[in-house]
């Protein structure tokens, strides 16, 4: 794997909350706010031009179970600049993600941790918020879009702002290196990964 081309790339989906869902989830979660609803598409062209092929979120949403079953599908309030959750600003995780045709859907529990409060606030607040994955990979230039290549590896699902410029967070990126990449995912991840290449196989 080429580190000077890896690049952090996120995606951005809106999220939709009527006071009468937040209080059925509260209701039926035990006072927890669960979300629901797609959290990626493949084969669509996103706001900036980027296009994630099925076949490499369905490579990754496969491996990603393995972090759901663990409970270290985490996630920030906010992108940072960085491949690196930082425990400090968790604000969910993600209790399920799954593929339905070109659509990735996720069930999502917002945290009682500092970042979490906030975003439950802005929520109840009635503020449209986004989920945002965050990964690291490459991209190709075909047919005047940025089509995501095989290297990309997803690491999880942000909870953002609506960008008032289109594509803000998603054009957002910087270089990283394999020494960053590899605080993320430790030996049984990486195994578990080779071991799912080799069952696609």
């Not at 491949?83 to 969910?92: A, D, G």
Request: glycine residues 6%; charged residues 25%.
């Amino acid at each position: 794997m080429s580190a000077k081309n890896l690049s952090v790339l996120r995606e951005w989906t809106p999220i939709k909350l009527t006071p009468e869902l937040i209080k059925e989830s509260r209701e039926r979660y035990d006072g927890k706010i669960m979300l629901s609803g797609i959290i990626q598409r493949a084969n669509t062209l996103n706001q900036n031009g980027r296009v994630y092929p099925k076949s490499i979120l369905e490579r990754e949403i496969m491996n990603y179970q393995k972090l759901i079953q663990e409970n270290r599908a985490l996630g920030e309030c906010d992108h940072p600049d960085s491949s690196v959750i930082e425990l400090k600003n968790v604000s969910h995780i993600v209790r399920e993600a799954y593929m339905r045709g070109d659509d990735v859907y996720g069930r999502i529990e917002i945290l009682d941790t500092p970042s979490g409060k906030i975003i439950q606030s802005l929520i109840e607040s009635g503020v449209t918020l986004g989920i945002s994955s965050r990964g690291v990979g490459s991209t190709s230039s075909q047919g005047g879009n940025q089509v995501v290549q095989d290297d990309f590896q997803l690491i999880c699902f942000d909870m953002v702002s609506e960008p008032s410029t289109p594509g803000a967070f998603m054009l957002k990126e910087h270089k990283i290196n394999k020494r960053e990449l590899d605080k993320f995912f430790n030996q049984s991840d990486k195994i578990d990964r080779m071991f799912n290449d080799i069952l696609r196989w």
